[in-house]
């Protein structure tokens, strides 16, 4: 099994960057496809990007294409994200996830791929 941390979250003026990382213990971490999903208050726990185990491909929700990048170190165990240009509507608990499995089709954004969750991190991007 794996065991998943995020980091980095806070508060940041719309316009502004930040990194998150998400820090997993175990050691077959370099055969999970990873990914962010993100959750707002009243709101469902949404994609926001993933990547295949090698790195070679990553995926980005609509939303915050061009803005935000995923990437990862297997030699670190670490994911990483990072988001400019925030804006408020970004403003969300952000979550990261592992899946035992290689992506098929579009299944890097569903929930239900991921077996493994951390406990989140608060982003807060204010106007």
């Known amino acids: 099994q794996v065991q998943l941390v995020e980091s980095g979250g806070g508060l940041v003026q719309a316009g502004g960057s930040l990194r998150l990382s998400c820090a997993a213990s175990?050691?077959?971490?370099?055969?999970?496809?990873m990914g962010w999903f993100r959750q707002a208050p009243g709101k469902e726990r949404d994609f926001v990007t993933a990547?295949?185990?090698?790195?070679?491909?990553?995926y980005y929700a609509d939303s915050v294409k061009g803005r935000f990048t995923i990437s990862r170190d297997n030699a670190k165990n670490t994911v990483y994200l990072q988001m400019n240009s925030l804006e408020p509507e970004d403003t969300a608990v952000y979550y990261c996830a592992g899946a035992i499995t290689d992506y098929r089709g579009s299944d890097y954004s569903y929930r239900g791929t991921y077996a493994y969750w951390g406990q989140g991190t608060q982003v807060t991007v204010s106007s």
């Open positions: 990547i295949t185990t090698s790195g070679g491909t990553t």
């Open positions: 175990g050691r077959t971490f370099s055969s999970y496809s």
